[in-house]
């Protein structure tokens, strides 16, 4: 073989591959499938949950919720489609299945873009974070709530209720590589506003729930003292009390909790 033809032959190979390892070789569409797969990673987990959820329903639920859905679908403004998702939404709910119900939730807010809508929606998923029991569904809602609640202070910033909730939202599921996070963001947030009874409360609670009764019950004293017919307050500080071994002001305000409950 002359040496003509070793240069042809080389080439070739370069020419293969090249080819072959250096250009991609999937069709331009499943290109960009597999990318919006890959950015829509949760959307994949709530048709995973949908999909588990509707294994567990009786037929008549089924139907229920395809006739919605087919609504949905065919609604012929943002409006009427709104309207069909909160009923979508609150059936899922009914039938105790808020990570789905905060689902359609979100759909309704990603449409509204209010933060009343975002509000709502982090308050279903943290519904749903409360209430699950499989830890693929606390982690799904706590970064749905997570998301929402976040959305919902962009829109409203001065409002305090969106940060309490965040703030929970991280207290009650703590991400792996902050496990103080929510409740440090509960103490700046009393820090700025000393004197509000929720966060003076939610803390008192967080408190009670890691054992350090004298610091819940001074938190929730002050709410107390705030609001002395706050019934939260009232009921857990009754606890805080327990927990120090107080029986005296613990009976003091456990008869309060029970009182002001029966009123409401």
């Not at 032959?9 to 991609?24: E, I, P, Q, R, T």
């Not at 979100?106 to 409360?130: K, M, P, V």
């Not at 929510?182 to 009874?197: E, F, Q, T």
Request: hydrophobic share 40%; proline share 4%.
């Amino acid at each position: 073989m002359n040496k003509l033809q070793w240069l042809v032959l080389s080439l070739a190979a370069l020419l293969f591959l090249f080819l072959y390892f250096g250009v991609d070789r999937k069709p331009r569409e499943q290109a960009t499938v597999e990318r919006a797969r890959s950015l829509n990673a949760s959307s994949t987990n709530v048709l995973v949950l949908l999909k588990e959820a509707k294994e567990k329903m009786s037929p008549a639920q089924i139907n229920t919720v395809a006739s919605l859905e087919q609504l949905v679908q065919e609604a012929p403004s943002d409006t009427t489609k709104i309207q069909y998702l909160k009923q979508l939404s609150g059936k899922w709910f009914e039938f105790n299945h808020a990570e789905i119900a905060g689902h359609y939730a979100e759909q309704i807010a990603e449409l509204s873009n209010t933060a009343e809508a975002w509000s709502i929606s982090g308050t279903t998923h943290s519904i749903g974070l409360q209430r699950a029991k499989e830890e693929k569904i606390k982690s799904y809602c706590s970064e749905r709530a997570v998301k929402a609640y976040e959305n919902a202070i962009s829109l409203q910033p001065d409002n305090l209720d969106h940060k309490i909730n965040l703030a929970l939202v991280n207290a009650d599921y703590p991400p792996k590589d902050n496990p103080m996070k929510g409740i440090l963001m509960l103490l700046d947030l009393n820090k700025a506003n000393p004197d509000n009874v929720p966060v003076l409360t939610n803390i008192g609670r967080l408190g009670i729930k890691t054992g350090q009764f004298e610091k819940a019950s001074q938190r929730l004293q002050k709410a107390v003292d705030l609001e002395p017919n706050n019934v939260r307050a009232n009921c857990l500080l009754a606890e805080a009390y327990g927990g120090l071994g107080n029986t005296e002001k613990k009976s003091t305000y456990e008869k309060k909790c029970q009182e002001l409950s029966a009123k409401n």
